[in-house]
T-cell receptor
Framework: ETGVTQTPRHLVMGMTNKKSLKCEQHLGHNAMYWYKQSAKKPLELMFVYSLEERVENNSVPSRFSPECPNSSHLFLHLHTLQPEDSALYLC???????????FGPGTRLTVL | EDQVTQSPEALRLQEGESSSLNCSYTVSGLRGLFWYRQDPGKGPEFLFTLYSAGEEKEKERLKATLTKKESFLHITAPKPEDSATYLCAVREETSGSRLTFGEGTQLTVNP
């Protein structure tokens, strides 16, 4: 499935590093999402970007900063992360709100 | 607060042994219930969307049904390649794009 791509697939970073995750969707969708998936926990929505809304989960720490330059690209900028931020970060897209979301393969992030 | 509970947490079946996975939900106004399949190390793969009680959808060996309080994913004569984690998610009328996910059911089908 190449509809939603994410890079890098794996990332190991120290607590003082700055890195960015990239997501690109090739489906012509107009909404994009960032999710966090931790072991033994449900997927947690972090951010939504669409024509109708920009939603931020208020529980997401400011060390995560999203950027959506256009409807096909989404970035997640990371800085001064904590070990508990280690997780699988998933990008998704949809055509409009409330419609099924299609996910990328994820970036496995490890914070040392 | 929206709640989505999936059961069982894990299910082990023999090839050909049919069973069902459950997703119970508590929302004030359902605007869609979604089923996904997730293989290890991969992102969730969309399977079905159900919108109203009584609705059913099928895809190969999978059949999803919906009532006012829960959804079932029936697996008929499963094969080892059906082994995966199955995720359920709901969208509530006032939640915009936000989907609330359950923790998933890890299905293993032995040959």
């Amino acid at each position: 499935e190449t509809g939603v791509t994410q890079t890098p697939r794996h990332l190991v970073m120290g607590m003082t590093n700055k890195k960015s995750l990239k997501c690109e969707q090739h489906l012509g969708h107009n909404a994009m999402y960032w999710y966090k998936q931790s072991a033994k926990k449900p997927l947690e929505l972090m951010f939504v970007y669409s024509l109708e809304e920009r939603v931020e989960n208020n529980s997401v720490p400011s060390r995560f900063s999203p950027e959506c330059p256009n409807s096909s690209h989404l970035f997640l900028h990371l800085h001064t992360l904590q070990p508990e931020d280690s997780a699988l970060y998933l990008c998704a897209s949809s055509q409009g709100r409330g419609i099924e979301q299609f996910f990328g393969p994820g970036t496995r992030l490890t914070v040392l | 607060e929206d709640q989505v509970t999936q059961s069982p947490e894990a299910l082990r079946l023999q090839e050909g042994e049919s069973s069902s996975l459950n997703c119970s939900y508590t929302v004030s106004g359902l605007r869609g219930l979604f089923w996904y399949r997730q293989d290890p190390g991969k992102g969730p793969e969309f399977l079905f969307t159900l919108y109203s009680a009584g609705e059913e959808k099928e895809k190969e060996r999978l059949k999803a049904t919906l009532t006012k309080k829960e959804s079932f994913l029936h697996i008929t004569a499963p094969k080892p390649e059906d082994s995966a984690t199955y995720l359920c998610a709901v969208r509530e009328e006032t939640s915009g794009s936000r989907l609330t996910f359950g923790e998933g059911t890890q299905l293993t089908v032995n040959p």
